[in-house]
């Protein structure tokens, strides 16, 4: 009997490569900074924005690699702390950082207010719960990593 070959989906093939990206957008978010502060460009800021966005929204479909031990239980804490927690904040500071992008692009209308004010105040309240789940001793709270950069320009626009 011969056993057909699975596919990797393509979410793990794409969130293998995420990180860099990543990296590659801040860097054009700091340079988009830095040529709005000079009152040279905002395209940049606002395409790094953008793209960040794209980047966030991935991760939070990412999926996330937690170490098991043998005979380790997980409770509804962990996966409060290490699934849904993670994930809703991926997709907040996605909506954060489309809100910022709206924001510099000056449609004419103040839609990207709603997208900052959902964005912060949901990218708020899963900060406090991670803390908490920091502070109450959640097994490998520790691998959940995020970008707390969004976190200063939301509140900064709101």
Request: net charge positive; with cysteine; glycine share 8%.
């Amino acid at each position: 009997m011969t056993s057909t070959p699975t596919q990797t989906p393509l979410i793990v093939k794409i969130a293998k490569h995420l990180p860099q990206v990543e990296k590659v957008f801040l860097a054009a978010f700091i340079l988009g900074m830095i040529l709005r502060i000079l009152h040279l460009d905002s395209t940049v800021l606002s395409v790094s924005l953008l793209g960040l966005g794209v980047t966030y929204f991935l991760f939070g479909f990412r999926p996330i690699d937690i170490p098991e031990q043998e005979n380790e239980k997980f409770g509804f804490a962990e996966l409060l702390g290490l699934m849904i927690v993670p994930k809703v904040l991926w997709l907040s500071s996605a909506i954060s950082a489309l809100g910022i992008a709206f924001y510099n692009f000056d449609f004419g209308n103040e839609g990207y207010k709603q997208m900052l004010l959902i964005g912060g105040l949901i990218i708020g309240i899963g900060t406090l719960l991670l803390v908490i789940f920091m502070i109450s001793g959640v097994r490998h709270i520790r691998l959940v990593i995020l970008s707390p950069l969004l976190v200063f320009f939301t509140c900064k626009f709101v």
